[in-house]
């Protein structure tokens, strides 16, 4: 089953929530569409167009995956091995300068660009397939 059909289970299908697949979703913020009166007043709020789930270490036990991948990067270009917690420590960095980092480099460098690369690459060949797989079970409390 896709993360998208599971995430239908839970919420359903887009055309349920007001927006036909293959439509573009209206972005605008909240905080700027013209409302007569604030939500918290009790005032109709405008339908949801999108939602949006973050789920690297979050709704997918992702971490361990994702230090997997940036250890084979460092491995394939020679560079001494780094710890999980080390790679753990560092998610939530840009991916350029998190590579650069690891990589001791600038992070406009080519080599970055490369492992940018190569990271989008073995992420989609290792973590994504495995996606159900990683997902927390449903009411499991996210590690902190």
Do not use: W
């Amino acid at each position: 089953m896709s993360i998208i059909r599971h995430l239908e289970r839970l919420v359903g299908p887009q055309e349920e929530h007001g927006n036909p697949v293959g439509q573009p979703l209206d972005t605008t913020p909240l905080a700027t569409q013209n409302l007569e009166k604030p939500a918290c007043s009790g005032a109709p709020v405008p339908p949801l167009s999108a939602v949006l789930f973050d789920l690297d270490g979050t709704l997918m036990d992702t971490p361990p995956a994702v230090a997997r991948v940036f250890r084979q990067i460092l491995a394939a270009r020679g560079h001494p091995d780094v710890s999980p917690a080390r790679v753990r420590a560092l998610v939530g960095t840009r991916l350029p300068n998190l590579l650069a980092t690891l990589l001791n480099v600038g992070v406009d460098s080519q080599e970055v660009e490369e492992a940018v690369a190569d990271y989008r690459r073995l992420y989609k060949l290792h973590v994504t397939p495995r996606a159900e797989a990683l997902l927390y079970p449903r009411g499991e409390k996210r590690p902190e």
